[in-house]
């Protein structure tokens, strides 16, 4: 059950959409909202920008660090304005809402900050997606893999939730997924369609009535009923098609289900999905 949701806030689009949905899901769950932006500390201490100050012969290094510091600072106070305004539209109780910034490295900050949380919202790219990339990804891929709750994360446009989608194959982190979207359509009274993607040159039917079966059992102890389709395909293609031609409004999976060194070289479908899906995408570890 989520009590408590932490929205990771910047002052992006999808930064934006993220106190959008914080705020909606915190009053269809009924739940406490903590919005957090977190001002990078590496721009503000690294070496590079001492020399660059001391060569143009600016002013003393610490006097132009606290201006940049001051100006970061307005940027935060803005988005968690933003927030609140969110928050006071979906007319969350204020007791339940709470809104600050903290200095530090992001993705460490998010995922610590996270233990007192049963859900992170964050948003699909930050303010400067190009300057994330490489082989670690995004600050919403680090915080994925590293972060041991839910995280759901989200596109530039919001839209309320009404139809999700869940990717399921029967592993560990599937089935994680199938239960906290089972817990969001018995609370949210939204409808529920698990996918099963056959990523090969031939369907393999046993395979997939037995994953089917495994879920629906599932699904019936919890007293909750969904629509079942099977696809064969390219998996990270074959979720994002189904979740736009079923006007899904919420896609479900786990996270980084292969491994380490395909991640690395190949991709994952997680971090296809999370880049690509025009919906938010909810991630279970």
């Given at each position: 059950m989520i009590c408590k949701i932490l929205a990771a806030l910047d002052n992006s689009d999808c930064g934006r959409s993220a106190g959008k949905y914080a705020a909606y899901l915190g009053a269809e769950l009924n739940a406490g909202v903590e919005a957090l932006t977190v001002v990078d500390i590496r721009p503000l201490?690294?070496?590079?920008l001492r020399d660059f100050t001391a060569h143009l012969g600016l002013e003393p290094f610490e006097t132009y660090t606290q201006a940049l510091r001051d100006v970061l600072q307005q940027r935060a106070d803005d988005v968690l304005e933003l927030f609140r305004q969110d928050a006071a539209a979906q007319s969350l109780d204020p007791e339940r809402v709470s809104a600050g910034s903290e200095l530090g490295i992001v993705a460490e900050t998010i995922c610590r900050r996270a233990n007192s949380a049963d859900l992170?919202?964050?948003?699909?790219f930050g303010e400067s997606p190009a300057a994330s990339g490489g082989l670690l990804g995004s600050t919403s891929e680090q915080v994925v893999r590293r972060t041991n709750r839910p995280v759901i994360v989200c596109p530039p446009m919001f839209r309320p939730i009404t139809k999700a989608l869940v990717a399921y194959d029967a592993t560990p982190k599937a089935e994680d997924a199938l239960h906290v979207a089972a817990d969001f359509a018995a609370q949210l009274g939204i409808a529920l369609t698990v996918l099963v993607v056959q990523d090969?040159?031939?369907v393999d039917?046993?395979?997939?009535?037995?994953?089917?079966?495994?879920?629906?059992?599932?699904l019936s102890n919890a007293h909750l009923r969904a629509e079942f389709s099977v696809v064969e395909g390219n998996p990270e293609e074959v979720i994002i098609d189904s979740a736009d031609k079923g006007d899904h409004d919420l896609v479900a999976m786990g996270a980084f289900g292969h491994g380490r060194i395909r991640?690395?070289?190949v991709g994952s479908v997680t971090a296809h999905v999370m880049r690509s899906s025009k919906v938010p995408v909810l991630l279970s570890r």
């Amino acid at each position: 059950m989520i009590c408590k949701i932490l929205a990771a806030l910047d002052n992006s689009d999808c930064g934006r959409s993220a106190g959008k949905y914080a705020a909606y899901l915190g009053a269809e769950l009924n739940a406490g909202v903590e919005a957090l932006t977190v001002v990078d500390i590496r721009p503000l201490e690294g070496p590079i920008l001492r020399d660059f100050t001391a060569h143009l012969g600016l002013e003393p290094f610490e006097t132009y660090t606290q201006a940049l510091r001051d100006v970061l600072q307005q940027r935060a106070d803005d988005v968690l304005e933003l927030f609140r305004q969110d928050a006071a539209a979906q007319s969350l109780d204020p007791e339940r809402v709470s809104a600050g910034s903290e200095l530090g490295i992001v993705a460490e900050t998010i995922c610590r900050r996270a233990n007192s949380a049963d859900l992170v919202v964050i948003g699909q790219f930050g303010e400067s997606p190009a300057a994330s990339g490489g082989l670690l990804g995004s600050t919403s891929e680090q915080v994925v893999r590293r972060t041991n709750r839910p995280v759901i994360v989200c596109p530039p446009m919001f839209r309320p939730i009404t139809k999700a989608l869940v990717a399921y194959d029967a592993t560990p982190k599937a089935e994680d997924a199938l239960h906290v979207a089972a817990d969001f359509a018995a609370q949210l009274g939204i409808a529920l369609t698990v996918l099963v993607v056959q990523d090969g040159e031939q369907v393999d039917e046993e395979r997939a009535t037995r994953i089917r079966e495994q879920a629906e059992r599932y699904l019936s102890n919890a007293h909750l009923r969904a629509e079942f389709s099977v696809v064969e395909g390219n998996p990270e293609e074959v979720i994002i098609d189904s979740a736009d031609k079923g006007d899904h409004d919420l896609v479900a999976m786990g996270a980084f289900g292969h491994g380490r060194i395909r991640q690395l070289f190949v991709g994952s479908v997680t971090a296809h999905v999370m880049r690509s899906s025009k919906v938010p995408v909810l991630l279970s570890r």
